[in-house]
């Protein structure tokens, strides 16, 4: 089975609601040909079946299936519609960068989180098979209905289905390809987050996740090119910048706060990855 392609879009920006709607086509009746639109079209299909093309490759999109044409593309009926067919469009855009990226084999390699620069990439599948998603049609309902609100009212209630959406699209994909390995990745990166000022080891994280510690090293390893211990190395130093920036407290405090024991240690650890010592980063965000 050929994995279905996705739109990577960087954020932020965040895109951007533009409108909403809902098309009703006969049997004979066909989507218009369009192209260079300069916006996202999510078409979501509830009835029938929607034959349509898109700069040289087409689907036929049956219900509970969604296609999202692209703002530089090219798309067309490739045959009337055979039956009635009603599908949802919403449209959107996004003035950051995008791109088509080929769907990995496995699952994609989590970037690590950093505080002070964290641009999440939104994988949206080009063409999906969410189905009824839950929520999802209540949220196409509204956002037709907000069309005819004052505009004041309806702007960030429109903005926020979109995330929704959207959200719903990214997470149906991942939930269909999440292995047992990358749950407990992701199982141990939460633990990790939430526990990372406490003295943690391999045995201890084994101890709670019931796993050999070996093969959580691994799942790891294949999702964040990190063992857990490194992970949890750069997580306290990440959160100490944090510290550093927005408190008063000292370098012996922050390195306790943070899971360092020793001062001198957090500090030389510190200067090793930033490449300056704490209260030199410090200063330099001080007027």
Same mark, same amino acid.
Request: aromatic share 12%; hydrophobic share 35%; charged share 25%.
């Given at each position: =089975? ?5 739109? *990577? ?8 609601y533009l409108g909403a ?20 079209? /999510? ?56 791109? =088509? ?7 994609p390699r989590q970037p ?10 939104? @994988? ?7 189905g009824h998603a839950e929520?999802? =049609?209540? @949220? /196409?309902?509204?956002?037709?209905? /907000?069309?005819?609100?004052? @505009? ?28 047992? *390995? ?17 003295? /943690? ?24 090119? @990190? ?48 490449? =300056? ?11």
């Amino acid at each position: =089975m050929v994995s279905e392609p996705f739109v *990577a879009l960087q954020a932020p920006p965040l895109p951007y609601y533009l409108g909403a709607g809902i098309s009703h086509y006969r049997a004979g009746e066909q989507h218009p040909n369009r192209k260079n639109l300069g916006l996202f079209d /999510l078409l979501w299909v509830v009835e029938g079946e929607l034959y349509i093309g898109e700069n040289g490759k087409e689907w036929t999109l049956a219900e509970g299936q969604t296609l999202l044409l692209l703002p530089d593309g090219e798309h067309y009926a490739v045959k009337p519609c055979e039956r009635d067919t009603v599908f949802y469009w919403v449209h959107f855009e996004t003035s950051g960068k995008w791109e =088509m990226q080929q769907a990995p084999a496995g699952n994609p390699r989590q970037p690590f989180e950093q505080p002070f620069s964290n641009p999440y990439e939104i @994988r949206l599948p080009h063409r999906a098979e969410p189905g009824h998603a839950e929520g999802a =049609m209540e @949220r /196409l309902k509204e956002l037709v209905r /907000l069309r005819e609100a004052n @505009r004041s009212v309806a702007f960030w209630k429109e903005q926020k289905l979109l995330f929704e959406l959207l959200r719903l699209l990214e997470e149906s994909v991942h939930n269909s390809r999440i292995t047992p *390995a990358v749950r407990l990745a992701d199982e141990t990166e939460a633990y990790l987050k939430q526990n990372y000022p406490s003295e /943690l080891t391999n045995g201890k994280l084994a101890e709670a996740l019931h796993f050999h510690p070996n093969y959580i090293v691994r799942c790891m390893k294949e999702r964040f090119g @990190r063992t857990p211990m490194e992970y949890l190395h750069e997580y306290r130093l990440e959160q100490a910048k944090l510290l550093l920036v927005t408190t008063e407290w000292s370098v012996a405090q922050i390195a306790e706060r943070v899971g360092f024991r020793h001062t001198p240690y957090f500090s030389s650890c510190f200067k090793r990855q930033v490449g =300056m010592p704490p209260l030199r980063y410090r200063r330099q965000f001080r007027s």
